[in-house]
Structure formats: C-alpha cells, structure tokens
C-alpha cells in the first residue's frame, strides 16, 4: 500500500506537468512495447489469440485492459522518476578503488588442495606391519604406480569408486596437523606416512588452487556500473521521498 500510494502521487505529479494530449502522445508510444508484453503472457499461457487470454484473465479477476492501464501506470511512473533523478556519469576512481578494497574478498579466490588418501590397517601383524606396508605402497608409486589405482586397490568395496578421493578442500576445513601435511604439497606429490594409534595415512595432492585476486583494473568497470546503479538507486528513493513529503492522496468515498 506505501509503495500504491507513492506512485499514485507520481501520478498526480505526471498529470499536472503535462497536459492530456501529451499524456496521450505517451500513452501512444507505450502500446507496442505493452503489446510485446501481452503476447509475452498469451505465449506463457498458451492462448492462441488475445480474447482467449482476455477470458482467461477474467477467470482471474483481471482482463488485458487493466493490464494496459497498469501498464501505462508502471511506465509512466518509472520514466517520471528517471527525468527527476540526477546522478553522475562517471564515479571517482577514489570512490571506485574504496569499494574494491572494502570488498576484496568478492574477487578473490581461496587457496584449495584436492586430495586424495589411501588408509592402511592394521591387520595380524600389527601396526608394524601397516607401517611396513604404508613405506611399500610409497616406494610402489616412486616406481610409477598410481596413487589412485593404490587407493582403490585397498580401499573398502563401497569407497573403491572414489579412488581415495576425498574432493577440493580449504583451509580451515581439516585439523590443523593434517591441513600443514596437505598445503604443503605440490600438485602430484605424496606425503610421508601419518602413523596413527589405530592406523596409517598417506596423502596425495592431485591438484590445487592458489589464492589468486582479480586486478582492480579488470574490474573497475564492473564496480562503476555497481556503483551508479547504487546511486540510481538512491536517487530515486530520495524523489520518492520527497515527492511522498510534499503530497497528498485524498480518498474517494462513495
């Protein structure tokens, strides 16, 4: 309802600026773009003509003139607000360097490691044995064996698929003794064993992602056009405003 009241000021504000003909002279001008809009609908609904979307607005409680005459209404009040609102062409590139530093984060990426894990445990001969067996599976892919081949081959038959994948991580996401092990890998590079009470880790980085920031200068027009979209914006509310302030709707009664 505030926002029905605002533009009814608006409109208010049209009719007195312009007299009739000049109304009507826009009114003209808006018909092929509302007829746009209504085959647009008629599509949407699939109506083969407007009568049929006409009656089938009806059902509706609205018909394709109202819709005209909200049309015009929209139209009217959108581009009266557009004449009133001034903003600059250009934005400061002090004021542009400002928001690309306060929101750096936007166009920078995080640094991210996919990894990979083959597990071994224990099994008869004890975690000595798994140590032994963890130092063969290294030297097996110093001599050319697939990490991920390694992984599937002692992996659980449910996780064989994933071939000791374990996807993109970042930082923050794992405990802070094994996130030192991971980061510090390059693309293609195997840890040491991670022995633990109950078994042994060994860990490949299969690729990763440096921490990278977008230049401001490839982004500089993308925060400007932000930026006088903002200020558009803002503009218009402080028309609103003003006009709201200055006006007055008065009821019909009946």
Do not use: C
């Amino acid at each position: 309802l505030p926002k029905y009241v605002e533009d009814e000021l608006i409109v208010q504000q049209v009719k007195i600026k312009f007299p009739k003909e000049r109304q009507d002279m826009i009114r003209e001008s808006l018909e092929p773009k509302f007829q746009e809009t209504v085959e647009v609908i008629r599509k949407k609904e699939n109506k083969a003509t407007v009568q049929e979307l006409d009656e089938f607005l009806s059902g509706q409680g609205i018909s394709v003139e109202e819709l005209r005459q909200s049309f015009y209404r929209i139209q009217m009040v959108e581009g009266y607000l557009s004449s009133l609102v001034k903003v600059p062409e250009k934005v400061d590139r002090e004021e542009l360097l400002r928001y690309y530093e306060d929101h750096l984060r936007d166009y920078s990426s995080e640094e991210k490691v996919r990894v990979a894990k083959i597990v071994v445990r224990p099994g008869k001969g004890g975690m000595a044995q798994a140590q032994q067996q963890a130092d063969d599976i290294i030297a097996r892919i110093s001599q050319g064996a697939a990490f991920q081949d390694l992984a599937a081959e002692l992996a659980e038959p449910v996780n064989r698929e994933k071939r000791g994948d374990m996807g993109w991580i970042s930082r923050g996401a794992l405990a802070p003794e094994l996130e030192d092990i991971v980061f510090a890998l390059a693309a293609g590079q195997v840890s040491a064993p991670r022995i633990l009470p109950d078994r042994v880790e060994i860990y490949s980085v299969t690729d990763r992602h440096e921490p990278t920031t977008i230049p401001f200068q490839q982004v500089q027009a993308e925060i400007e056009e932000t930026l006088l979209n903002q200020k558009r914006e803002d503009a218009r509310r402080e028309v609103r405003d003003q006009i709201r302030s200055r006006g007055s709707v008065q009821p019909v009664l009946e």
